[in-house]
């Protein structure tokens, strides 16, 4: 059977599409991504506003014909943080069931927690004790794991979009705004993540989603973005400081122009790197492994299942 997957999140739209076998691994048959920005100003207004519901529904709908032309039968669809947290956001949902034809889940936070990492576990060796962080456009899900068994959740509210939107970088890093910005990260964390993250002796440390492998691609100095070499990448604290200085340096526009770095992760990647930093200072690691795997991934091995 051939099935796709859409994670509709708070600032991309991933559709993945893959031959399921009950039993036995599902096979990739093709993968792709927009930025559409969903969550944009909604943390201020509590809702999510007419242009990025339109982008959205948009990108969903191509999604989900591209599915059907590729031969799927089955397409499920997930909405995160953006959805979950906006008043209006059910009914955008129950809007795109009725365009669509196909229904749209709003899973919780620990929900994509869990997910999070079914699918990190399909990329990666899980052994020991081992913490994942999935930075999103609404929100950052850490997850603990011990032997590829979830040991304990959190989904926090701490995501790249509102952070963009309050500490604007147009121009050069403005350090007074970063150093402002990134104790706000500290202190939340310092309050939000449970004893049971905060506190573990872990093996390794794993980031997931835009932030982390566009940090990757840099870091590889790629001129074309390769999955292949991005998955599984040790990023070291030093190379994220040297990587955070090259990036504090360009204009927003500048930045949008590099290679690997998608022009609508632009004005996030300085934020979401942040977020890095702070992670890596909490748990008191020097270095982090990459995946190209997380939540699209974790939904599709669920699917796989019931195949």
Do not use: K
Request: hydrophobic share 45%.
């Amino acid at each position: 059977m051939r099935a796709a997957v859409i994670d509709l999140g708070t600032n991309t739209v991933r559709l993945l599409v893959a031959d399921v076998h009950r039993g036995a691994p599902w096979t990739p048959v093709h993968a792709e991504q927009r930025v559409t920005r969903l969550g944009e100003a909604a943390r201020a207004t509590g809702a999510l506003g007419d242009a990025p519901m339109t982008r959205t529904a948009a990108a969903v709908s191509e999604y989900v014909a591209r599915a059907r032309a590729l031969g799927v039968t089955s397409v499920r669809i997930v909405a995160t943080s953006a959805v979950r947290e906006a008043r209006n956001g059910h009914a955008f949902a129950e809007r795109l069931t009725r365009d669509t034809g196909e229904r749209v889940d709003v899973i919780t936070g620990d929900e994509e927690a869990r997910l999070t990492l079914r699918g990190l576990g399909r990329g990666l060796a899980l052994d020991g004790a081992t913490i994942a962080f999935d930075i999103g456009g609404g929100s950052t899900e850490y997850v603990l794991a011990r032997d590829a068994t979830l040991a304990a959740a959190v989904s926090l509210h701490l995501g790249v979009v509102p952070l963009a939107e309050r500490f604007p970088f147009p121009e050069r890093l403005d350090p007074a705004r970063y150093d402002a910005m990134l104790g706000g990260i500290r202190e939340q964390l310092a309050r939000e993540l449970p004893p049971a993250i905060a506190e573990a002796r872990i093996d390794t440390l794993i980031g997931t989603a835009g932030t982390v492998t566009t940090l990757a691609a840099l870091d590889l100095d790629l001129r074309v973005y390769d999955p292949g070499r991005v998955h599984g990448h040790r990023l070291t604290r030093a190379a994220v400081d040297r990587l955070l200085a090259r990036l504090g340096a360009l204009s927003v526009t500048a930045r949008g122009a590099l290679p690997c770095l998608e022009p609508g992760r632009a004005d996030l990647i300085i934020p979401g790197t942040a977020i890095v930093v702070a992670t890596m200072e909490r748990l008191g690691v020097d270095a982090l492994l990459v995946s190209e795997y997380g939540l699209r991934e974790g939904i599709m091995e669920v699917v796989n299942e019931s195949a």
